[in-house]
């Protein structure tokens, strides 16, 4: 079975400084993992995606994510963060042509 | 561009009640799915479509049927309402399989 978890429900984090948002997972193939954020009340908006390769995944609005193979995590991260980053973040992961199983997700507070 | 648009945003039920939510996208995405958010929980799947005239089951299926009208229409219905099926509905939408990469804003439903 397939699954993904999200050890943090809420990160704070001053604006400017580092962000990380955590995901780990547990498949039993070679996992295609995803981050996804939501704004309140709307839909999803993908952010980045792993399928293979370079094990440092960029995305959109200067998010970027780290894929460790031996921690079984994909951690989303950025540099500097803003305020507007404040969301609801969402991990997720598929192997092969199954469907995506989502993480209970990280609200993210970037703090003025 | 509309993206994905879903109708209604608010909908308030009675136990037993029937209902259609509608879903359209204008994106020629072949395939196409239905998810609900409930509260503490990641997204689940309802049901898809991979591609225009084919639908499937998800992970959670029961009390819901779907109909894959043409290309850009996917509609969920709610054949006889039940309080467990109070939730945000979610349709979405992707040019390959497994990966949705637009979503609506969501239905917002309450069955009392």
């Known amino acids: 079975a397939q699954s993904v978890a999200q050890p943090e429900d809420q990160v704070n984090v001053a604006e400017g400084n580092p962000l990380t948002v955590k995901c780990t997972y547990s498949?039993?193939?070679?996992?295609?993992l995803f981050w996804y954020v939501q704004y309140p009340n709307r839909g999803l908006q993908f952010l980045l995606k792993?399928?293979?390769?370079?094990?440092l995944v960029k995305g959109s609005y200067g998010f970027e994510a780290e894929f460790n193979k031996s921690q079984t995590s994909f951690h989303l991260k950025k540099p500097s963060a803003l305020v507007s980053d404040s969301a609801l973040y969402f991990c997720?992961?598929?192997?092969?042509?199954?469907?995506?199983?989502f993480g209970t997700g990280t609200r993210l507070t970037v703090i003025p | 561009n509309a993206g994905v648009t879903q109708t209604p945003k608010f909908q308030v039920l009675k136990t037993g009640q029937s209902m259609t939510l509608q879903c359209a996208q204008d994106m020629n995405h072949n395939s196409m799915y239905w998810y609900r958010q409930d509260p503490g929980m990641g997204l689940r799947l309802i049901y898809y479509?991979?591609?225009?005239?084919?639908?499937d089951k998800g992970e959670v299926p029961n009390g819901y049927n779907v109909s894959r009208l043409n290309k850009r229409e996917f509609s969920l219905r709610l054949e006889s309402a039940a309080p467990s099926q109070t939730s945000v509905y979610f349709c979405?939408?992707?040019?390959?399989?497994?990966?949705?990469?637009?979503f609506g804003d969501g239905t917002r439903l309450s069955i009392l």
């Open positions: 479509s991979a591609s225009e005239g084919t639908t």
């Open positions: 997720a992961v598929r192997t092969g042509a199954n469907n995506l199983f």
């Open positions: 979405a939408s992707s040019d390959a399989f497994g990966q949705p990469q637009h």
């Open positions: 792993y399928i293979t390769g370079d094990n």
């Open positions: 498949v039993s193939g070679n996992p295609y």
